[in-house]
């Protein structure tokens, strides 16, 4: 996760890491009564609701706390599409729900944004619950392109609800999406001193402990058979525990767990896939292919079926057939376009550029890209906007920088520094210094080139070069530590593919 000057706005409280026992209260409930006589009994009105028996709500309709609550927790186990239907039910229960609305586009933005959802939710603002402000500002915020005062209201709402163990999972998965790992580990650990049996924790925690410094896999195998006895019908558990196989290097038993995950349930899209993820990275390019098949026949969601047709067309690419690879990223990049989907289409279009035949042809992509990301695009949130920048302008400084354009390279760091000043998003920051990484080491300045390079520890090619980096400079073992670390990051992306395969490396 990234750093930057901005580092410092992400001070959590200290007293939020020394927890103590913590249980909801129930929730309160309006009781009907009926006349006994003809005397008329005043009106009641309904009461205030509770979210999780905490946090007061400014609606007064049971079903709509029932259905906020049922979508935060299907949130909190990964089923996205169902986290958005239920949500979407509560706004339509009450049409004045901040939260509703807040959780809705929350939740959509691991799915298909929904930028109306959003906007709705931020004009409620005013009429919310003092403590319902604090998430919904939240909620809201960490989907603009300034993430600053998304940032505060964090920290106010762990400050109000320092033992909420729903709000210690949410901004703990943040943090670690925004790459702040330490972080996010301390309030997961800090959230299972609550509810040990949390599977919302649980879960994430197996891609903490591998993404930490150092990687610790037997933790992180350790979590998600935790989760598994948790949620023995739940086929997450097995997905999960697969990946962080695979990612391990043991990919029997990530098919395994896979196939484990399909058992429980048949239509289980992401062990479909990442059955033909496995199979492609253990060289089976027959089987991956009838593994993508399969997962293409069981998706409806537009999105989805993006992501698996990339994932076939990155197969050819494995077996060593890079010019088939790139017709079928053209055809798909064609597709994309037609259906006027931006999120989609920014993931093939980097995808192809990365994935060119020379350097030339990947930075006229990579232009191309940059144009198509600068101003606002329907169905994209500017959070993702950002980001979507930022990953594109940090492979056009790699490429620039490696290839003696330093002008190029320069002025890709300059966007990108004006991008990290202005988004406060510490991903933005990582890429920004990682990108001066690029161009300190195409000048020789490996000291500095270390430095920078490390800001950025989720990023294939970023660690391998610092690796290189760190071995120019004689620093032995730090090199066995980064190697280490690289090796944790095996996955089937275009960014592993160009960082392990040396014909690839040669050509970019």
Sequence with gaps: MQRFAARFFLLIFPSLFSLGAWAQSPST?????????????????????????????????????????VAWDKYENAMYYEAVDLAKRAAEKDPKSPLAFAMLSFSARRTTPDLAALAKAESLIPQAAPDEQLPVHWMTGVQERNLLPAIMSMNDLLQRFPKDKHILYFTAEWLFLQQDVERAQSMMEN???????????????????????????????????????????????????AEISRISGDDSAALEHYAAALKIDPTFLNSQVGLG????????????????????????????????????????????????????????????????????????????????????????????????????????????????????????VRVAALNGLTDGAQKGISELEQLATSSRDLVVEDCYESA?????????????????????????LAVQLLSVTQEKLGKSAAVQATR?????????????????NSAAKAAN
């Design 484 to 500: 280490d670390r690289l090796k944790y990051l095996r996955g089937p992306y275009v960014e592993w593919y160009l960082a392990s």
């Design 191 to 241: 959230a299972l001193k609550l509810d040990s049996n949390f599977p919302a924790v649980l879960n994430p925690l197996g891609y903490v402990y591998v993404a930490a410094n150092p990687p610790q896999p037997a933790k992180a195998l350790a979590s998600l058979k935790h989760y598994a006895e948790v949620e023995p019908n739940n086929p997450n558990p097995q997905d999960s525990y």
């Design 436 to 460: 001066r990484g690029y161009l300190s080491y195409a000048k020789g300045d490996y000291a500095t080139a270390a430095g920078e390079l490390s800001a950025d520890p989720r990023s294939p």
């Design 277 to 396: 993820d496995t199979r492609a990275l253990m060289g089976d390019f027959a089987g991956a292919r009838k593994e993508y098949g399969r997962a293409l026949k069981m998706t409806t969601d537009p999105l989805d079926s993006f992501w698996i047709k990339q994932q076939k067309a990155l197969v050819p690419f494995w077996e060593g057939r890079p010019a088939e690879g790139r017709k079928e990223y053209d055809a798909l990049a064609e597709e994309a376009a037609k259906a006027r989907e931006p999120n989609s289409q920014f993931q093939i279009d980097l995808n192809r550029a990365m994935l060119a035949g020379d350097y030339r042809s990947e930075l006229q992509q990579l232009q191309s890209l940059s144009v198509f990301l600068a101003q606002p695009l329907p169905g994209m949130s500017e959070s993702d906007r950002s980001t979507n920048r930022a990953y594109t302008l940090r492979e056009r």
């Design 29 to 69: 409930r309006l009781e009907e009564t009926s006349a006994r006589s003809s005397t008329k009994n005043p009106a009641v009105a309904p009461v205030p609701q509770q979210l999780f028996g905490s946090i007061l709500l400014s609606t007064r309709s049971e079903e709509t706390r029932k259905l906020l609550e």
